[in-house]
């Protein structure tokens, strides 16, 4: 059981408001803002180095806190700017040749999407999206149907940005695994949300930000590559951090996933994101999870009784990502009604999901996401707030 008095403790905005945007940006709980206010004021007591000099054994932490959050090794962890960079690590990294086949979901992120047109002009590869269930999953039986030999790489994103659809994960990492295909898994908006477990779910690199249901600081994230892929990826780009320079005409890659990283990094927000994943741990990510998903749940039952919403989410078990949309009302309309009224919401617009968007015309969905600090209060709170705008 959470105590959802000690959370909400130390998270002191929740007195004033009732914060369901932890999809966008969750807020911090006190040990991660005190983690970042402390090396802060350490950097500006004694300077930025002599400060990560002096703080490096809380620092090397932080990998075994994201590698214990995920089921991985400390080696295996890189630590990021954001789960973007993140993800285009890994996916830059990954040869491709005319004709080679990328397969990714309908309901993949934009800035993942992008980067696949990018290597798909660049090389002559090829993008097949797996097409979705009639619950809006991934259909694990049709990329089983999809496979052949030219597929060099399954890329999809685990909770995708405009929903509370779940991909099925782990039945796309036995298939990527039976088949010996790579599988990239962007698990931006399951991290601090779900449990993670790298090795259940069989994939091979997963990207993940701080910011989200994580409750860590802004510009951070990290990526996991699995120790037998992680000697076969060279970075598209490196330093001498990533691979010391050893001879004038040589460089020697690291053999761990810092290969990923550069020698320059923000250490307050290290630091606050490895207080966020400590918290998270400690109150369990069992816990966390069934709890988003009984406030998710609550949120969706109040908003089916309202006339004029439509709730646009997918799948079997929808997570804690709660779209919908409401006649005769902009999303972002909502939004701003709602923030005038102490809730905090957010928005998704058709072009962050492009395909998935245009395959269910959808118009710009208004996104609430509750977290586990989160009180049955606040989504009542929110439910009678579009009653209310529904019966003007
Ligand atoms: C599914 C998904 N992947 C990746 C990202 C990018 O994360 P970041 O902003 O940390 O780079 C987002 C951000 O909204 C997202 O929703």
Redesign the pocket.
Known sequence: MIDIGRVRDDTPATARLAYLHNAGAALMPAPVVAALKGHIDLESEIGGYAAADQESERLDAVYGSVARLLNAAPDEIALME???VA?QMAFYALPFCEGDRILTAEAE?A?NYVAFLQVAKRTGATIDVVPSDASGELDAHALERMIDERVKLIAV?W???NGGLVNPAAAIGKIARAHGIPYLL?A??AVGQMEVDVDAIGCDMLSA?G?KFLRGPRGT?FLYVRRALLQQLEPPMIDHFAAPWVARDAYRLRDDARRFETWENNYAARLGLGAAVDYALDIGMGPVEQRCRLLAGRLRDGLASIRGITIRDLGRAPGAIVSFTMEGYEADTIVRSAAASGITIGASDPSSTRIDAEHRALPPLVRASPHYYNTEAEIDRLIGHLAALASR
């Open positions: 954001n789960a973007t993800w992120y800035a994103t909770v995708p940005t962007d931006c908006q930000t910011r994230g």
